[in-house]
């Protein structure tokens, strides 16, 4: 015998609109929750401000009263007298103080013993070589030109042989080379003006160092004067191996 079912109670009829309402109320559901908001909460103190009064102040009115003009200038009137052309009106002659071609200048001639001279002492510098008399190096006196000129030279490099010292830090580094010392013998004999150049300015501190060193002597003279003269000497710094 073949079962027959009821089509009421079939559970599958009507599976398709059941999902589909299903699906909709799960996506309600969605979109509710992503559009939920929420605010933080403070908490506002509400206070009531009571006026029970206006106070409003009252501004006096002052008249203004404004000071008078000042009283209009009075008209000055000039009367003009008509003098007749018989009264005799006298005029004031002003005299000229220049001089003119009439008058003589008186010519004065000075004399020489009314002339004073103010001797002005010329700054001379004379070459070495072109000098009457050369420097006197301590220890040189008496002797000819030639010879003085001679043990110049000679007592100059007795001195820087005598107070020659090799800078440490010259030596460390290597440093060497001539320096050219260029000095000013004074007309009191004074060494001064001392200029250097060289390989390196330890080497040139050295040279100036020497040449300060040197005694004050009879300064040159031209025509009888003494005058400045200036020199130059050449130091050789050398290492030896």
């Known amino acids: 015998m073949e079962l027959k079912k009821n089509p009421n109670m079939d559970i599958g009829r ?60 009075p008209v000055v009137v000039q009367t003009i007298v008509i003098v007749e052309d018989l009264e005799d009106v006298e005029e004031t002659i002003i005299e000229s103080s220049e001089t003119g071609q009439d008058e003589a200048i008186e010519e004065y001639i000075a004399k020489v013993e009314e002339v004073e001279v103010e001797e002005v002492e010329e700054y001379v510098e004379i070459p070495f070589a072109a000098l009457e008399s050369v420097p006197i190096f301590p220890g040189c006196e008496g002797g000819t030109k030639t010879e003085v000129k001679k043990c110049f030279q000679q007592k100059i490099q007795e001195h820087v042989a005598k107070n020659f010292n090799y800078p440490e830090s010259a030596l460390e580094m290597g440093i060497y080379g001539k320096v050219y010392v260029l000095f000013l013998i004074d007309s009191n004999g004074v060494v001064s003006r001392i200029k250097s150049r060289g390989p390196d300015k330890v080497l040139e501190k050295e040279a100036e160092r020497i040449i300060k060193l040197l005694p004050k002597m009879i300064p040159g003279k031209q025509r009888g004067k003494p005058v400045n003269v200036p020199y130059s000497i050449p130091i050789n710094f050398q290492i030896k191996s």
């Open 14 to 73: 009507n599976s398709s609109l059941y999902f589909a309402i299903g699906l909709n109320l799960m996506l309600l559901f969605t979109w509710q929750m992503l559009e939920y908001k929420t605010y933080n909460k403070k908490e506002v103190a509400l206070e009531t401000l009571n006026i029970n009064k206006i106070i409003e102040d009252d501004i006096p009115i002052v008249n203004f009263e404004a000071p008078p003009p000042p009283p209009p200038s």
